[in-house]
């Protein structure tokens, strides 16, 4: 059958958004390759989450099994294999996750599917699927030409599709019946730990002042903290400025921290790698300063300022507060 799979990925009872991104890509090439788009939906109690999923595929695969209620790749990749030899689709698409990453190398190696990773672009060209990654921490893009084979693999980087638009499709659930002949003892899933929200929970702020190492020195910090507290926000940070031991870990804002939508995201001294942009790029604006004209950042700010933040902080906070008549 001529289909693209989607590896659906949830956590804690709860669909995550990398998975809608996908499904959204997904429907885009089924449209463009004249396939039909299947999802797949591995776990335990997850019917809810099915008919969810359901709307946005021709069909959804579903499998409840205990060995599947946490993520374990060993048994999904034994599903998967299972699903791949029967169903034969042309493209399997999962999320450059933890999840993922831990699966799709074993799982390509073992199906003899041709592999590309963290992708952030999937295009069609006559025949090909031509898929689009980074290399060398984001100096060269690389676009990738596959070779022939009757199936290929994509993990997809978090953020890389917008799920918004996603159409309504409304495909059929089918279980899928597979039986597993291993116990899996050698690797176990133990337990959830949910990471610590900290003082402030950043994820929940409508105003983000964020930093990175254009700061300069922790010693820089209080007049940023002080913007933060005159906009009614809190600050927050790229990773270079949590390494550094300046804010704690949870104010991180990336791949490696949290995700946040506010409705103002300020940007002071960060160039914008990916992995900060994944983070929050969604803000509903995006203000960014920054001495280099040519940063990353300008790319998905609303706003820009092309100046020094040693200036621009101490002018802002003045201006906040005579507005205020602080
Ligand atoms: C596996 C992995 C996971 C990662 N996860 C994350 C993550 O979750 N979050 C994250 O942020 N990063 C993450 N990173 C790191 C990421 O690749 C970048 O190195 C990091 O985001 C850069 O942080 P930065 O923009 O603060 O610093 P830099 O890239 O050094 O940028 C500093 C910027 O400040 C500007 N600047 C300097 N002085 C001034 C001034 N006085 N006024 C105005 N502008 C000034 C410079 O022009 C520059 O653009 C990860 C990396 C890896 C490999």
């Known amino acids: 059958m001529a289909e693209i799979l989607v590896l659906t990925e949830h956590r804690q009872g709860e669909m995550q958004e990398i998975s809608l991104e996908m499904l959204a890509k997904g429907q885009q090439l089924a449209e463009q390759t004249k396939k039909e788009l299947t999802a797949v939906l591995l776990g335990k109690g997850v019917a809810s989450m099915a008919d969810e999923v359901k709307r946005y595929c021709h069909h959804i695969l579903v499998m409840e099994d205990d060995l599947?209620?946490?993520?374990?790749?060993?048994?999904?990749?034994?599903?998967?294999?299972?699903?791949?030899?029967?169903?034969?689709?042309?493209?399997?698409?999962?999320?450059?996750?933890?999840?993922?990453?831990?699966?799709?190398?074993?799982?390509?190696?073992?199906?003899?599917?041709?592999?590309?990773?963290?992708?952030?672009?999937?295009?069609?060209?006559?025949?090909?699927?031509?898929?689009?990654?980074?290399?060398?921490?984001?100096?060269?893009?690389?676009?990738?030409?596959?070779?022939?084979?009757?199936?290929?693999?994509?993990?997809?980087?978090?953020?890389?599709?917008?799920?918004?638009?996603?159409?309504?499709?409304?495909?059929?659930?089918?279980?899928?019946?597979?039986?597993?002949?291993?116990?899996?003892?050698?690797?176990?899933?133990?337990?959830?730990?949910?990471?610590?929200?900290?003082?402030?929970?950043?994820?929940?702020?409508?105003?983000?002042?964020?930093?990175?190492?254009?700061?300069?020195?922790?010693?820089?910090?209080?007049?940023?903290?002080?913007?933060?507290?005159?906009?009614?926000?809190?600050?927050?940070?790229?990773r270079p400025v949590a390494d550094k031991h300046w804010l704690p870990k949870e104010r991180q804002v990336g791949t490696s921290g949290k995700t946040v939508k506010p409705k103002l995201y300020i940007a002071f001294g960060i160039s914008g790698a990916f992995q900060h942009l994944a983070g929050m790029k969604n803000a509903a604006t995006i203000i960014a300063v920054n001495k280099d004209p040519k940063a990353p950042i300008f790319s998905v700010a609303h706003y820009g300022i092309v100046d020094d933040l040693m200036k621009v902080v101490p002018s802002l906070v003045a201006k906040v507060r005579e507005r205020k008549g602080a």
């Open 68 to 238: 599947l209620a946490n993520f374990n790749s060993e048994p999904y990749q034994d599903v998967l294999s299972f699903l791949i030899k029967e169903r034969k689709p042309s493209l399997v698409l999962m999320g450059h996750t933890a999840f993922g990453m831990d699966l799709a190398p074993p799982l390509a190696t073992a199906a003899g599917i041709p592999l590309a990773t963290d992708c952030y672009e999937i295009e069609v060209k006559g025949d090909a699927v031509i898929p689009y990654r980074q290399m060398y921490g984001g100096k060269m893009c690389a676009e990738v030409h596959f070779k022939e084979a009757p199936c290929h693999m994509i993990t997809v980087r978090a953020g890389s599709f917008p799920a918004e638009g996603l159409k309504e499709i409304n495909g059929a659930v089918e279980q899928v019946s597979f039986q597993f002949d291993k116990d899996y003892a050698y690797k176990k899933f133990l337990q959830y730990v949910e990471a610590a929200v900290g003082d402030v929970d950043i994820t929940q702020a409508d105003v983000l002042v964020a930093v990175g190492r254009g700061i300069g020195d922790s010693e820089n910090l209080p007049m940023v903290e002080e913007l933060a507290k005159l906009l009614g926000g809190v600050v927050a940070c790229s």
